[in-house]
C-alpha cells in the first residue's frame, strides 16, 4: 500500500506530486479542496514515506500503471478524477489514456520535451538539485530557517518558495534526497507522451509562466498534442505551483474535476 491520507468527502479526487517530492506538496490547497471533494494525497513508489520502487523488468511506465491500479482497487476507487504536478501529471495524462479516472488535471506534466537534448537539460536540472540537497543536507535546518533562505532554496522550483513552512521546506529536501534512487529508476524511462486520450475524459493542462524546469514552450507542445484539453497559463508561478499561487491552483483543480465524462459521439460527428 502506498502512503496516502484521505480529506473532506463528495467526488473522489486524487493527488500525485512530482519526481523528487512528496505527498506534503499539496498540503497548501488540501483545506480548501476538502471542502468539495474527498481529496486523496499519496506517496509515489520510492518517495516520501512509501516503499521502494524496485524495478520489475516491465517498462517503468508500466510499473507505474499497476501500482496505481491497485491502489485504486485497494481504497475502492472507480474512476476517480485524479490531478499531479511534473511526473503526477504525466501519471495523470497516462492514467487517462488508460481509461482509469473520470478527469485528468495536470500542473506542468512531464512528456512534451521535443528531443534527447531537451530531456538532457531536464535530468541535469534534477541531478543539480539533488547532488545540492545532499552537499547541503548538514545545513538545510539553518538555509531554510528564514523565508529568505527557502526562497533562495526552492527558487528552481517555484518563484515563492519563501512561502513554504519551515518543517515542510526541510522535509521536502530530506524527501528529496531519499528519493534519489526512485528518481534515477524513473528519470531512465522517460519517453515522450504521444498517447491519445478519449476527447469524452476531460483533461486540463496548466503551466507556470516561470517554469524552469519544464520550460514554458513545452505549454504549446501540449496544446497541439492534446487539443481537446483545456489549457491554462498560470501567471507568474514556477514548475511547483502550489505554493505560488494557491487560489489559483485550487480554482484550477476545482474546476478540471467538475466536469462529467462528455459524449464521445460529440466529437465523432465534428
Partial sequence: ????????????????????HRRQAWYPLVDRLAEHREVILLDLPGHGESPA????????????????????AELGLDRPHIAGNSLGGRIALEAAADDLVSSATTLAPAGFWRNDLEFLYIRAVFVALTGTATALQPFAPAVLRTPIGRNLAMGMLM????????????GDARGLVAAKPALRTIMDGGPRFERTIDPSIPVTVAWGS????????????????LPHATHITLRGCGHVPMTDDVDRVVDVLLEGSDHPRRSSATYDVA
Fill in 1 to 20: 500500500m502506498l502512503a496516502h491520507e484521505r480529506f473532506g468527502s463528495g467526488e473522489p479526487l486524487v493527488l500525485v506530486h512530482g519526481i523528487g
Fill in 53 to 72: 520502487l524496485v524495478p520489475d523488468g516491465r517498462p517503468v511506465k508500466e510499473q507505474l500503471r499497476g501500482i496505481l491500479e491497485d491502489f485504486f
Fill in 159 to 170: 518563484t515563492r518558495g519563501g512561502r513554504l513552512g519551515y518543517e515542510q521546506a526541510v
Fill in 210 to 225: 516561470r517554469d524552469l524546469v519544464l520550460l514554458p514552450y513545452q505549454a504549446r507542445l501540449a496544446r497541439k498534442a
